[in-house]
C-alpha cells in the first residue's frame, strides 16, 4: 500500500509505486503482490510511506533507488529491511515489551516460573499461582506408583549434574523395604560462580517443598531435610519461614489434605564443605560424622541417611517435579531434546537453569529448554562478549566440568552432548571467558579449587591433585617443559579413575578438556616461556614504550609511584623506564598507566 | 490456623490473587523490590528503604510495596517493577537508585509517565 496523500505524492511517492511495479514485473511477482495506492496515511512527516501487508511492516521515506532491495528482500526472502523501516525518535527509544528483549525472549520458565513475581516469604501468593494444586492432585487423584510412572514418563533428570533419571531413582527406593525412609533436599550448591539452587529458594521456596511432599508422598517417606549450605542466609531465612508456613496450613505435618499422609522437614546446615554436596558425604554431614563420601557399592536409596533409605535430589529437581505433576509428563516431554518414551537416559528434557556469569554482557540466572545451543545462551540471551572483545572459550559445569572451545558453539545443550565433549552440565555454571583469559590459568584457578576442597580420604584425589597442581603452576611461571604435560594428562586419567568420589573423579576435566582444545596454549607457555593472554603475569616482560611516555604522558609518573618493587626509573616530564632486574610483574604500572605506554611481551 | 483443606486452596488462590493482580480498593499501584541476594548486594536494601520513605514524603496511601526474588538480570540490579492499575502491564526499572526512585515516583507513580531512561521492558516474562 503506497500512500498517495497529497504530502507523499508532493514526495514523488508515485515514482516509487511505478519504480515498485517496475521491480514486480522483473521478478514475475505481479500477480502474487498487488500495488494499492490509499489516501494519506497522517505520518506525512516521514514520506513517501508504504505499507507492506500482512506483515504491516511500515516502511518510511523511500526512495526510487530502495525500491529493487525491499522488493528482493521483504518480498522474495521474507526479511524487512530495517533501515527503511520507521524508527522512534532516537533520544527517546520506544519500551520493549520484556517478551522482546533478548534476554528473556529465549528463556523457558519451569523452575523459576514465580521469579520476580510473588513474594516468596507469602504462601498466599504461591497458592495464587496454582501452588500446591500439584500436590493436591496428586494426594487425590493419584496412588503413589502412578506419581512415580509420571515423573519417569516425564524423563526428568537430576539437575544437580549427574542427570540420573528422577523417575528411576524413586521407583528403586520404592522397593526397598524399610519403615524409615527419608527424602533430602540438596542445596549445598558449592560451585564458582554458580547461584541457581539459592536463586529457586530465594524466589520461590515453596516450590522445593510441593516437589518433596510430592516424592515423599510416591515414596512413603515421612522425613524430609534440606541440606542447604549456611553461607546462603537470605535462601536460608526464606526457606525457613517457607516450612513454618507451610506447617500452619497444614501442608506439612500429619494428615496433610486430610488424608493418611504426613510428612515434615527438616534443616540441616552445611558449613561449606564442597565435598558435602555429593550425596553420601552430604548424608554423613547429617548425621553429625565428617563430611567424607563412601564408595558407593550399596546406593543411598538402600542405605542412606542412618542406613535407611534415602532419595537424594537437587533443589532444581525438586523444584520441576509439582509442574511435571500439574501439567503431565507429556507436556515436559514436548520439550527437550531426545526420546524418552523406551529409556529415560534417551534425551533430555524440560528446562535448566544456568548461572551465566563472565565475560557476558548480560550476566544473570537463565532457564533454557534443554536443546538451545551455546551460542543462543551466550550471544542472544547474553548480549554477547564485553567491550567488544573476542570470546575464547566456555566453561560449563563448574569446576568440575570442561572447557567448550568457540568452534564448537553450535552444540546443543543437554546432559549427553555436554558429556561427549568432555565437560559435563553439572549443576549449571557456564561461565565465558574472553581472550585476555588464559586456560592454563583458568585450569590452575579450577584445580585449586577442588585441590582445597578435596575431603582427603581417598589417596588418588589428595595427592593426584596437588601434584598435577604443582605441575601447573610451574608452567605458569616458566618452569614447564613439555614433558610436563604429557605427565599432567597421565596424572588426570589416573585421578578420574581411582578416585573414590565424583569430586575427584571430575576434579580434572577442566585440565583435560584445556590440554584437548587448547594444547597450543600450553605448548607456548612451556616451549617459548609466554602467556598469550598475558593473564600469567610471571611469563611477561613488562617494559615502557619511552615515545608514549614522554610524548603523551609527559613523565607523569604514575607508574612509578605504583611499583611496589622501586624498579621504574625516570624524572617527571621525560621517558620513563623499567629495571628488569627489580621488576616482580605485579602488573601495577600497567593498571596505573593513563597512556597506554606500559606494553606487555 | 487450622489445617486446610483441597476447597481452601482454591479459595486463598482467589482472594492472593487480588493483591497479586491490582484491582481496584486493593491499592493503585504495586512496587516490587526485586531482593534476592544479587538485589541486596548491589544495594537493595537502600532501595526500599527510599521506597517506603517516598511514600511516607508523599502520604500516599494507595501505593503497596513488597518484595520479590532475583528477576534474573543480575548484572542490572537493583531492579523493581511497578504496576499501575488499569496500565497494560508491569514496567521493571534497572540500575536503581534513591535519586532515581524519586523520579520514578514523581513521574510515574503519581503523574503515569513512564521514566524511559531507567526502564528496561514493560511486560512479564512468559511463563509455564
Known amino acids: 500500500m503506497v500512500c498517495a496523500g497529497t504530502g507523499c505524492v508532493a514526495?514523488?511517492?508515485?515514482?516509487?509505486?511505478?519504480?515498485?511495479?517496475?521491480?514486480?514485473?522483473?521478478?514475475?511477482?505481479?500477480?502474487?503482490?498487488?500495488?494499492?495506492?490509499?489516501?494519506?496515511?497522517?505520518?506525512?512527516?516521514?514520506?513517501?510511506?508504504?505499507?507492506?501487508?500482512?506483515?504491516?511492516?511500515?516502511?518510511?521515506?523511500?526512495?526510487?533507488?530502495?525500491?529493487?532491495?525491499?522488493?528482493?528482500?521483504?518480498?522474495?526472502?521474507?526479511?524487512?529491511?530495517?533501515?527503511?523501516?520507521?524508527?522512534?525518535?532516537?533520544?527517546?527509544?520506544?519500551?520493549?515489551k520484556m517478551s522482546d528483549i533478548?534476554?528473556?525472549?529465549?528463556?523457558?520458565?519451569?523452575?523459576?516460573?514465580?521469579?520476580?513475581?510473588?513474594?516468596?516469604?507469602?504462601?498466599?501468593?504461591?497458592i495464587a499461582r496454582e501452588g500446591y494444586s500439584a500436590l493436591a492432585k496428586a494426594l487425590t487423584e493419584m496412588k503413589p506408583d502412578d506419581v512415580i510412572q509420571e515423573i519417569k514418563k516425564s524423563g526428568l533428570r537430576g539437575r544437580g549434574g549427574g542427570g540420573f533419571p528422577t523417575g528411576i531413582k524413586w521407583e528403586t527406593m520404592k522397593k526397598v523395604p524399610g519403615e524409615k525412609r527419608y527424602v533430602i533436599c540438596n542445596a549445598d550448591e558449592g560451585d564458582p560462580g554458580a547461584f541457581m539452587d539459592r536463586s529457586i529458594i530465594e524466589s520461590d521456596p515453596h516450590a522445593v517443598i510441593e516437589g518433596m511432599l510430592i516424592g515423599a508422598y510416591s515414596m512413603g517417606s515421612s522425613d524430609g531435610y534440606v541440606y542447604i549450605r549456611n553461607e546462603y542466609p537470605i535462601a536460608l531465612q526464606r526457606l525457613k519461614k517457607a516450612i513454618e508456613q507451610a506447617r500452619e496450613y497444614g501442608l506439612l505435618g500429619e494428615n496433610?489434605?486430610?488424608?493418611?499422609?504426613?510428612?515434615?522437614?527438616?534443616?540441616?546446615?552445611?558449613?561449606?564443605?564442597?565435598?558435602?554436596?555429593?550425596?553420601?558425604?552430604?548424608?554423613?554431614?547429617?548425621?553429625?560424622?565428617?563430611?567424607?563420601?563412601?564408595?558407593?557399592?550399596?546406593?543411598?536409596?538402600?542405605?542412606?541417611?542412618?542406613?535407611?533409605?534415602?532419595?537424594?535430589?537437587?533443589?532444581?529437581?525438586?523444584?520441576?517435579?509439582?509442574?511435571?505433576?500439574?501439567?503431565?509428563?507429556?507436556?515436559?516431554?514436548?520439550?527437550?531434546?531426545?526420546?524418552?518414551?523406551?529409556?529415560?537416559?534417551?534425551?533430555?528434557?524440560?528446562?535448566?537453569?544456568?548461572?551465566?556469569?563472565?565475560?557476558?554482557?548480560?550476566?544473570?540466572?537463565?532457564?533454557?529448554?534443554?536443546?538451545?545451543?551455546?551460542?543462543?545462551?551466550?550471544?542472544?540471551?547474553?548480549?554477547?562478549?564485553?567491550?567488544?572483545?573476542?570470546?575464547?572459550?566456555?566453561?560449563?559445569?563448574?569446576?568440575?566440568?570442561?572447557?567448550?572451545?568457540?568452534?564448537?558453539?553450535?552444540?546443543?545443550?543437554?546432559?549427553?552432548?555436554?558429556?561427549?565433549?568432555?565437560?559435563?552440565?553439572?549443576?549449571?555454571?557456564?561461565?565465558?571467558?574472553?581472550?585476555?583469559?588464559?586456560?592454563?590459568?583458568?585450569?590452575?584457578?579450577?584445580?585449586?579449587?577442588?585441590?582445597?576442597?578435596?575431603?582427603?580420604?581417598?589417596?588418588p584425589c589428595r595427592e593426584g591433585t596437588k601434584r598435577m597442581l604443582d605441575i601447573l603452576e610451574n608452567i605458569t611461571i616458566g618452569n614447564g617443559t613439555e614433558e610436563d604435560l604429557d605427565l599432567l594428562e597421565e596424572l588426570a586419567n589416573m585421578v578420574v579413575e581411582s578416585s573414590l568420589c565424583a569430586l575427584g573423579g571430575s576434579a580434572p576435566n577442566p585440565v583435560l578438556t584445556s590440554l584437548k582444545y587448547y594444547r597450543d596454549e600450553y605448548l607456548v607457555h612451556v616451549r617459548d616461556k609466554k602467556c598469550p593472554a598475558h593473564a600469567c603475569r610471571q611469563l611477561n616482560v613488562y617494559t615502557i614504550d619511552e615515545e608514549i611516555c614522554a610524548t603523551l604522558g609527559h613523565g607523569c609518573d604514575m607508574c612509578k609511584k605504583s611499583c611496589p618493587d622501586y624498579a621504574i626509573m625516570g624524572e617527571p616530564k621525560k621517558a620513563h623506564y623499567i629495571d628488569q632486574l627489580k621488576c616482580h610483574k605485579c602488573g601495577a604500572c600497567y593498571d596505573a598507566c593513563n597512556f597506554k605506554a606500559i606494553k606487555i611481551e | 490456623m487450622a489445617k486446610i483443606t483441597i476447597a481452601d486452596l482454591e479459595k486463598i488462590r482467589e482472594e492472593s490473587r487480588r493483591t497479586l493482580v491490582l484491582r481496584e480498593g486493593a491499592g493503585r499501584a504495586k512496587v516490587t523490590v526485586h531482593m534476592g541476594t544479587c538485589g541486596i548486594a548491589a544495594g537493595a536494601r537502600d532501595i526500599m528503604s527510599a521506597v517506603l520513605k517516598e511514600i511516607e514524603d508523599r502520604n500516599l496511601t494507595d501505593v503497596i510495596v513488597t518484595n520479590s526474588g532475583c528477576a534474573g538480570l543480575c548484572s542490572k540490579e537493583p531492579m523493581i517493577t511497578v504496576e499501575i492499575v488499569n496500565y497494560p502491564a508491569p514496567v521493571k526499572y534497572i540500575e536503581m537508585t534513591p535519586g532515581r526512585i524519586k523520579k520514578v515516583f514523581e513521574s510515574h507513580i503519581i503523574n503515569g509517565q513512564i521514566v524511559k531512561e531507567y526502564a528496561l521492558a514493560i511486560g512479564s516474562e512468559t511463563t509455564h
Open chain 1, 102 to 126: 533478548d534476554f528473556f525472549k529465549k528463556q523457558m520458565l519451569i523452575a523459576l516460573r514465580n521469579r520476580g513475581l510473588i513474594d516468596p516469604e507469602k504462601i498466599e501468593e504461591y
Open chain 1, 256 to 459: 496433610i489434605f486430610g488424608t493418611d499422609f504426613k510428612f515434615d522437614i527438616k534443616i540441616a546446615r552445611g558449613a561449606g564443605a564442597f565435598v558435602c554436596g555429593e550425596s553420601t558425604a552430604l548424608m554423613a554431614s547429617i548425621e553429625g560424622k565428617p563430611g567424607e563420601p563412601r564408595a558407593k557399592y550399596i546406593h543411598t536409596v538402600e542405605k542412606g541417611l542412618n542406613d535407611c533409605p534415602t532419595c537424594l535430589n537437587n533443589v532444581e529437581t525438586w523444584a520441576n517435579v509439582p509442574r511435571i505433576i500439574l501439567k503431565g509428563a507429556d507436556w515436559f516431554t514436548g520439550i527437550g531434546t531426545g526420546d524418552v518414551t523406551q529409556n529415560p537416559w534417551g534425551g533430555s528434557k524440560g528446562t535448566k537453569v544456568f548461572s551465566l556469569t563472565g565475560k557476558v554482557v548480560n550476566t544473570g540466572l537463565v532457564e533454557v529448554p534443554m536443546g538451545i545451543t551455546l551460542k543462543e545462551i551466550i550471544f542472544d540471551i547474553g548480549g554477547g562478549i564485553k567491550d567488544g572483545k573476542k570470546l575464547k572459550t566456555v566453561q560449563t559445569g563448574g569446576p568440575s566440568g570442561g572447557f567448550i572451545p568457540e568452534s564448537m558453539l553450535d552444540l546443543p545443550v543437554d546432559y549427553d552432548e555436554l558429556t561427549k565433549v568432555g565437560s559435563m552440565m553439572g549443576s549449571g555454571g557456564m561461565i565465558v571467558a574472553d581472550e585476555e583469559n588464559c586456560v592454563v590459568d583458568m585450569a590452575k584457578y579450577f584445580l585449586t579449587f577442588t585441590q582445597e576442597e578435596s575431603c582427603g580420604k581417598c589417596i
Open chain 1, 11 to 96: 514526495n514523488q511517492s508515485m515514482k516509487i509505486k511505478e519504480a515498485f511495479e517496475k521491480e514486480l514485473e522483473k521478478r514475475k511477482l505481479q500477480d502474487e503482490v498487488s500495488v494499492v495506492t490509499t489516501g494519506c496515511n497522517g505520518f506525512c512527516g516521514v514520506g513517501p510511506i508504504m505499507v507492506i501487508q500482512p506483515d504491516g511492516i511500515f516502511y518510511q521515506l523511500l526512495k526510487v533507488s530502495d525500491i529493487p532491495l525491499l522488493v528482493e528482500e521483504h518480498l522474495i526472502k521474507g526479511r524487512p529491511v530495517k533501515k527503511l523501516m520507521y524508527v522512534p525518535n532516537e533520544n527517546e527509544p520506544p519500551i520493549p
